[in-house]
């Protein structure tokens, strides 16, 4: 079975904090992609990183950074430096044979 | 370039009306997905096509119908509307090009189910 755990509910920083949001998964196939999906007040979903299951080399992308690793099933995501339009839900994802899991969100909270 | 649509953007029903949630892409992408949003749950995936002609159930498949007869369309139908569906449904599309998949979602509808 597939399952994604965003275990933080509720994150709350203030701005110029860096922050990382955690995402554990769980799947017995050896090929999978996770996600990383950010989901602002306005209602829209953002798509903002794809790793495959064979690639485990961290991402950075301006203040956005990921850590995947495959030993501890994890695929976090940290925001340094935050800013208040970072404040937003951000989900994280599992696709394995087309169908897509997700964990039930992180919202994160950026105070000025 | 339109994305992902979705028609409508709200609507009320009664208990037992149908309806039909319309989605449409203009990217050419093969997989096509619904997916309803409820609070504190993420989301999960109720049906999915790899192309037209071919769809599949996700996780919550009951009480929902899809079809794909093009490329471009995937219709959501409820067939008897229940007020556990009151949710945020969202549709998505994506393609794989040389494992680069992405997934590009619609705007959503909210349904509320009295």
């Known amino acids: 079975a597939q399952k994604v755990t965003q275990a933080q509910t509720e994150i709350s920083v203030v701005e110029k904090e860096d922050v990382t949001l955690d995402c554990v998964y769980e799947t017995r196939d050896t090929t999978y992609y996770l996600f990383w999906y950010k989901q602002p007040p306005s209602g829209e979903l953002v798509f903002l990183i794809r790793?495959?299951?064979?690639?485990?080399q961290n991402e950075i992308s301006g203040r956005y950074s990921w850590n995947f690793q495959k030993s501890t099933s994890s695929f976090n995501f940290t925001i340094t430096a935050s800013q208040v339009v970072d404040s937003a839900v951000y989900f994280c994802a599992l696709i394995n044979f087309n169908k897509f899991y997700f964990g039930s969100g992180t919202k994160l909270n950026v105070k000025p | 370039n339109a994305g992902v649509t979705q028609t409508p953007k709200f609507q009320v029903l009664k208990t037992g009306q149908s309806m039909t949630l319309q989605c449409a892409q203009d990217m050419n992408h093969e997989y096509m997905s619904w997916y309803r949003q409820d609070p504190g749950m993420g989301l999960r995936l109720i049906h999915y096509?790899?192309?037209?002609?071919?769809?599949d159930q996700g996780e919550v498949p009951n009480g929902y119908n899809v079809s794909r007869s093009t490329t471009e369309d995937f219709p959501l139908r409820l067939l008897s509307a229940a007020p556990s569906q009151t949710s945020v449904y969202f549709c998505a599309s994506s393609y794989s090009s040389g494992g680069r998949e992405t997934q590009y979602f619609g705007p959503g509808t909210r349904l509320l189910v009295l």
């Open positions: 096509s790899v192309g037209a002609g071919i769809t």
């Open positions: 790793r495959n299951s064979f690639d485990e």
